[in-house]
């Protein structure tokens, strides 16, 4: 594994970064982190974030919103369910895949009622702007998506339905 990238810094998210001596599991690996998350929670450590980024800090490089990190991969800000959660977009051959993390919230509520928000959403109006935006990028382009607490296959496209959206499942594409 050459890169890791960090969403953002809840414990489900960065609690596999180190072994149970603290040593990084991917040693070789660059890791990224949009920034204002990355300060965000160095400020305001949780004992997951003291316990898994304060030892990888020097190893982390922060990332911008925009910023392509790879060749065909870039950072997009996707702001609410944490200060500074980033999301990715990969374009390869014309073909998109968005990469929500927990910014797309739950597959059915948050769809179904982009106006709500979750109990882990630590910026509730944030959260619901920054939804609305980016699933009506996501339908409007058939971006196929991935979200990290969807179900299986947590692989599908977003379309508009009423006054919300839905997701549909890209189980099998030839």
Do not use: C
């Amino acid at each position: 594994m050459t890169h890791v990238f960090l969403t953002h810094g809840h414990p489900d998210h960065i609690g596999g970064l180190v072994d149970g001596e603290g040593r990084p599991v991917f040693a070789k690996a660059e890791h990224l982190m949009g920034r204002v998350d990355l300060e965000f929670w160095l400020q305001n450590p949780s004992p997951a974030v003291q316990r898994a980024l304060v030892p990888l800090r020097e190893r982390i490089r922060p990332v911008e919103d925009g910023e392509e990190i790879l060749p065909g991969v870039r950072a997009v800000a996707s702001f609410g369910h944490t200060p500074g959660h980033m999301s990715l977009e990969a374009i390869s051959e014309g073909k998109r895949l968005f990469i929500f993390g927990d910014a797309a919230g739950h597959y059915l509520l948050s769809l179904r009622f982009p106006q709500a928000y979750l109990g882990f959403d630590m910026d509730k109006a944030q959260v619901v702007r920054t939804r609305a935006r980016l699933f009506q990028k996501v339908s409007e382009e058939r971006s196929l998506i991935t979200a990290y607490h969807f179900p299986w296959p947590a692989v599908g496209y977003i379309r508009r339905e009423g006054e919300g959206y839905a997701f549909v499942p890209a189980f099998f594409e030839f």
